[in-house]
């Protein structure tokens, strides 16, 4: 039995390098979940094969900055020139469609968020250790030491504000952490704020019945 | 990978005919848990086949109104004349130990957990409707109209109190609500307060090594 008719918004966040995306993949292909992923929308150019409304929404500098001033923007942030971000209207209305959305944002991203909707539930996805980070943003062989040092650096001062986070789930082993996210949704849906007035509101039908 | 050592200590409560009994017997019957049940203390005589130190601590009115003096018992309540209650002491050295410490209490003594381990996490197991936990209570056989009735306003009172919980599990079916409870038990340990302390030192002693 559901007591918590509207969705949930989950955000998995957490530093670069740290497997966000490969933790997101393994938790839609777990089965028995009603998971939405809420598409970004972008200033940048699409790549090959990549798809407006799949990948992203992709739109002009103009038009995303219109997005930010009308208020329509959930979170957004500029990096190397270009916006990226969540729509809010599309997210709206997904939860209260009853469905689960499913963010995976950066951290200044999921900051925005906890101050725009309160009851979203912020999950920290951490390495871990600092030198399990090196050695993944290493194994990617494509960027300069240099790079490299700036994102630990970047990861060190990310790792300070996972307090502001609701949970922080340690990707030791990509099932391990799609899992804890699991229990974490089901166990967000009975949480007393979700649930009690639905509960009270049942007991009452149910009352004048007698 | 565990971010937090110290136990939990899990409160399953509710109205009584819910089910309590039958969702923690379920709960323990599932793997790979590290759950330990708490005996309870009381002044009533022990039944037949009940074992001190099992079923409960059997003990003189004397003795357990000394433990209340001394402050040693971390919830008790009076029912028709004997007390019923949970010593403080192994319940602490158990969560000292990194176990899970399950008790099943009445609504009464959860809010005194509420107030003595404000990091308890405090478990409402609720019957689907009224007319459920009134099937169940009359399906005993064992006890009048009037004293139904009695139970019945009773449980009501207590729902009203279920705002003092984390989390309302409804006991549609034995086996949802002992799933449920697990998963409530697994997020609990990925909560930000249980872990950022443990986390940040962890990432600390990894700095130095660099």
């Known amino acids: 039995m559901k007591l918590n008719d509207r969705g949930l ?3 998995l966040s957490g530093p670069s390098g740290v497997g966000k995306g490969t933790v ?5 292909q777990m089965k028995g979940h009603d998971l939405v992923y809420s598409v970004s929308m972008t200033t940048r150019k699409p790549r090959e094969n990549e798809v407006h409304g799949r990948e992203y929404y992709f739109v002009s500098r103009e038009k995303f900055e219109d997005c930010i001033r009308a ?5 957004y942030a500029e990096f190397v020139n270009n916006y990226y971000g969540t729509p ?3 997210v709206q209305e997904l939860l209260n469609a009853g469905k689960e959305v499913v963010l995976e944002i950066e ?9 725009k909707m309160k009851d979203a539930v912020l999950i920290f996805i951490a390495p871990p250790s600092m030198d399990a980070l090196y050695e993944r943003l290493t194994s990617r062989g494509t960027e300069p030491p240099e790079i490299i040092r700036q994102r630990i650096e970047k990861a060190k001062r990310e790792i300070c504000l996972a307090y502001m986070y609701d949970y922080i ?3 030791d082993t990509v099932e391990n952490a799609a899992d804890k996210i699991m229990a974490i949704i089901r166990a967000e849906h009975a949480r007393v704020e979700r649930t009690i007035h639905k509960y009270k509101e049942l007991l009452e039908v149910n009352d004048e019945s007698k």
Request: charged share 20%.
């Open 71 to 75: 208020g329509k923007m959930l979170e």
């Open 169 to 171: 789930v340690v990707n």
């Open 88 to 90: 809010l209207e599309p």
């Open 9 to 11: 918004l989950i955000v």
């Open 107 to 115: 951290v200044q991203g999921a900051t925005q968020v906890r101050e």
């Open 24 to 28: 997101r993949s393994a938790l839609f």
